[in-house]
């Protein structure tokens, strides 16, 4: 048996307007896990969706265990072996575990009806292969952690008895712990003999797992990178990656903090989800929200966005009291949020780049009462330079941008509307080194406009980096408070790991 396994070659797909992949050739060692990493829109989950017969290459062929493979639909690329997790989630939230990974296989699992007993015995042994046992495969996908729907996602590709597995993106929606968790999964299937390719923004952990590293940029292989003594230096990589040298990761700290608070939050509670929360942030601050996925952080700022009712408490904006039962009032009283869960509730996808920066940010297109064609350009223009989103087209509907780049978009919008409290929910998921730099800068500058800013993020060297002051939510309460003199990686962990309640549902 050869030592490749997988060969991908000559492979190129054209969008209108852009070339995705140009020419690329990539191989997989049986029984290796190779990254593929690279800026947002280098096309590594284009590259992935050709191997998943989701696209159809204009140029290029694939060959497995040697022989040509015709992968042009996505039963084809499962009849060769091979299981894609695509960056975006793809259970259906109101199926349970074992009907979703039934789901469009039935061609595959032969005519007729499963008895539901035997579907949920095959999905359990799907999920025990993953070293997961104690769940009920009834749960419907919508009521689990997004950890554990990862985890699912991961049973659902393994249960077609493949022998290659695509991750893309993974962790993007994990703590550090689910990360953690997720590893020793891989771990499993790598040392059961599963050929891996893997895709991460997070550069520390691909040098951790990979054997090899390969770097797309602008559609093309830079090069193959051997890190199998796990040793590769993260500024090399990035390098590769950006084709120039990048600076400080993190902005300088201007010191813009202004005496007046800009929000204050007394008392907010919200009966199983968060409990008496209080805390204020003032102008030109960058307020970190720490803790795990699930401690009640999002919930806590989609209430103060009126996204969510809460049952008690007081909100304040310039020291006077607002009432928020609406995103529009929220808007109104000058508050605004780029929320964690982009795909469902940052962006219109089918709308252009665009009307989806315009769209909260009406008057300042508007001329004598009239929508200015002119004002909405600029608008755009200057938001897609700013970010540099790329492609730089504001014509572009959303869901063709990459991942990253929809991502920027989203920020751009509220960007827009210069609001007094900008809050962001995981503002640098699944974004790359470069356009994370960005968002850092953007961010600062915002501070040192004098607008508030609060930043939930799991990631929580980023919150040191650019943060005045980091709280810490633990299980709904507020458990910890560390200003940026004092601020301390082990104490910040400590509290939003203790206070003993059980550990977090997931992996
Ligand atoms: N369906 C599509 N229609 C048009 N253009 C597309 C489509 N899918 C991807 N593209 C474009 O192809 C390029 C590669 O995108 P791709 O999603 O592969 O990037 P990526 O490396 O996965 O980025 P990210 O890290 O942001 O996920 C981008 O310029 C993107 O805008
Ligand atoms: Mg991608």
Known sequence: MSDIILKMRGITKRFPGVVALDNVDFELRRGEMHALIGENGAGKSTLMKVLGGVY????????????????????DSIANKVGVIYQEFNLVPTLNVAENMFLGREKIRGPGHLRKSEMERQAAKAMAQLGVRDFDLRTKVKHMSVAMQQL????????????????????????????????????????????????SHRLEEVIELCDRMTVLRDGRIIETIDNRDRNTEKDYIVKKMVGRELGNYFPAKTAAIRPDTALEVRGLTRKGTYENVSFSVKKGEILGLSGLVGAGRTEIVKSIFGADRPDRGEILVDGVPVSIRTPNQAKKAGIALVPEDRKREGVVLGM?????????????????????????????????????????????????????????????????????????????????????VEIYNLINGLAANGTAVIVVSSELLELLG????ILVVNHGRISGEFDREHFSQDAIMQASFDMGGTEHEGV
């Not at 008895?161 to 962790?171: G, Q, Y």
């Not at 609001?419 to 790359?432: H, N």
């Open 56 to 75: 159809t290459p204009n140029e290029g062929r694939i060959e497995i265990n040697g022989k040509e493979a015709a992968i042009t639909k996505p039963l």
């Open 152 to 199: 699912v996602e991961i049973g659902k590709a393994v249960f077609d008895d493949i022998d290659i597995l695509v991750m893309d993106e993974p962790t993007a929606v994990l703590t550090e712990r689910e990360t953690k968790g997720l590893f020793q999964v891989v771990q499993k299937l790598k040392d059961d003999g599963m050929s891996i390719i893997y895709i």
């Open 352 to 436: 252009s780049l665009r009307d989806n920066i315009c769209l909260p940010n009406h008057e300042q297109i508007c001329r004598l009462g009239h929508v200015s064609r002119k004002k909405r350009l600029e608008l755009a223009e200057r938001y897609i330079k700013d970010l540099q989103i790329r492609p730089g087209d504001p014509d572009r509907q959303i869901k063709n941008f990459s991942g990253g780049n929809q991502q920027k978009g989203v920020i751009a919008k509220w960007l827009a509307a210069s609001p007094k409290v900008m809050i962001l929910d995981e503002p640098t998921r699944g974004i790359d080194v470069g356009a994370k």
């Open 466 to 469: 650019i943060c005045d002051r």
